[in-house]
């Protein structure tokens, strides 16, 4: 299996001229997954968990198989834990509120990274600032890179939760999620994953890594927009009360008062992306029938390629770890005194797609002594060609630029 016969099952890939760079973003989907959608739609549509009907019934049999698929799929030991979301940003605000509002004290600690994206910061600011608790950071060394020594010191026995990405979404860091949660659980602290940039790449085992919860998007690993995923342990989840309130979340309903439906109803109010969870159910096909470990192999060629040819142009910062065995999938750049967007701009005239901003990473740029940044990412349907036009391009924008650089 090579990569030009996985482009043909990718139809937007496959009918523009375009340099695909910007996966870390959203991926391209394959035809599979848009078969998936439009067959839902074409035989299956009606609303799940609604009706004793048959249509209802097979609707709801496409919602819940998949939710056993994805548990399987990431090793959770009940199909309940599993609850269907937007995407991450509403995961990590349901574990913020429904779990952190309730627990957490004054003078209690929730511990981040400085690498977090926003959707795992700004709802802990909120958290601790309405319940007293503080809200500390672990930064990163020159390698881009938490030290263990980092770790242990900003986690003590004051924190009660640590919410760390799996993979950065602006340096592409793998942090060594499973020493964290060993060391958190030490402490007494429970720990969130956020995966939306792991979990595209590589194989998830919530059990070997003694997550508490974990979230991810499925629009970052071939399904569609608007469908996330929360994981959570079935005895933590069962204590946690609902974030949102409506139909089929509820058991009984009085005037003043009302009981809540069992895991996982009760986390999933109203009526849901019920295409958006097939599509998920299709892209997890897609990726088991691939298996992780060829993607891997077509990432890592290509990433490494990347590495070593981005290197190679002075006039720009990379922002990296030059450790290989511990970066994954995105490379974020800089022409030095050029802005981002205009360099953005001009990759896109010569049709490479990368993301230019501060990619909801804004205390992190910060950190870095920047204001934003080019990023590409990468995927297993990239090539060392799409490299090759990156750096053609990057070529052109310095030229284009260099007289007006200080």
């Known amino acids: 299996m090579n990569v030009e016969n996985i482009k043909k099952?990718?139809?937007?890939?496959?009918?523009?001229?375009?340099?695909?760079?910007?996966?870390?973003?959203?991926?391209?989907?394959?035809?599979?997954v848009i078969n998936a959608i439009e067959e839902f739609y074409k035989k299956n549509n009606a609303n799940p968990h609604r009706g004793a009907y048959t249509l209802s019934i097979e609707a709801t049999e496409a919602y819940e198989s998949t939710r056993q698929k994805i548990a399987k799929f990431i090793n959770a030991k009940h199909p309940e834990e599993i609850i269907f979301s937007k995407n991450a940003t509403e995961s990590l605000n349901l574990i913020a509120y429904s779990y952190g509002m309730n627990n957490l004290k004054k003078d209690d600690e929730v511990v981040i990274s400085i690498m977090e994206h926003h959707s795992n910061l700004v709802p802990w600011q909120k958290v601790t600032k309405a319940t007293e608790s503080k809200l500390n950071y672990m930064y990163i060394?020159?390698?881009?890179?938490?030290?263990?020594?980092?770790?242990?010191?900003?986690?003590?026995?004051?924190?009660?939760?640590?919410?760390?990405?799996?993979?950065?979404?602006?340096?592409?860091?793998?942090?060594?999620?499973?020493?964290?949660?060993?060391?958190?659980?030490?402490?007494?602290?429970?720990?969130?994953?956020?995966?939306?940039?792991?979990i595209p790449h590589m194989k998830i085992d919530v059990q070997d890594l003694d997550a508490d919860f974990l979230v991810f998007s499925g629009h970052k690993m071939?399904?569609?927009?608007?469908?996330?995923?929360?994981?959570?342990?079935?005895?933590?989840?069962?204590?946690?009360?609902?974030?949102?309130?409506?139909?089929?979340?509820?058991?009984?309903?009085?005037?003043q008062e009302t009981t809540y439906a069992p895991l996982p109803n009760k986390f999933e109010a109203g009526t849901q992306n019920v295409e958006g969870v097939v599509g998920l159910g299709a892209a997890i096909d897609y990726i088991q029938n691939i298996g992780y470990d060829k993607?891997?192999?077509?990432?890592?060629?290509?990433?490494?390629?990347?590495?070593?040819e981005l290197s190679k142009l002075d006039y720009?910062?990379?922002?990296?770890?030059?450790?290989?065995?511990?970066?994954?999938s995105v490379i974020s750049f800089n022409i030095k005194g050029v802005h981002p967007h205009d360099v953005a701009s001009i990759l896109d005239s010569e049709g490479v797609c990368v993301r230019s901003g501060n990619h909801c990473a804004q205390p992190l740029m910060r950190f870095l002594g920047i204001d934003s940044t080019c990023r590409a990412s990468f995927y297993f349907y990239n090539t060392k060609e799409d490299v090759d036009r990156l750096v053609h391009a990057l070529n052109k924008a310095y030229d284009m630029f260099k007289k007006f650089i200080k």
């Open 9 to 32: 099952d990718f139809p937007l890939l496959e009918n523009r001229n375009i340099t695909y760079l910007d996966s870390g973003a959203t991926t391209q989907k394959p035809i599979q």
């Open 141 to 198: 060394n020159e390698e881009f890179e938490l030290s263990d020594e980092e770790i242990e010191t900003k986690i003590t026995d004051r924190t009660k939760i640590v919410g760390i990405a799996h993979v950065s979404n602006v340096l592409g860091t793998i942090n060594n999620v499973k020493k964290i949660i060993k060391y958190a659980h030490k402490k007494g602290a429970i720990v969130i994953v956020d995966a939306s940039q792991s």
């Open 316 to 328: 720009l910062t990379l922002y990296m770890t030059p450790n290989e065995k511990n970066h994954s």
């Open 222 to 255: 071939l399904a569609p927009l608007g469908i996330g995923v929360l994981y959570g342990k079935r005895e933590i989840l069962n204590k946690m009360t609902p974030f949102l309130m409506g139909g089929d979340m509820i058991e009984y309903v009085y005037e």
């Open 295 to 308: 993607m891997q192999e077509l990432e890592n060629d290509v990433l490494a390629y990347a590495r070593q």
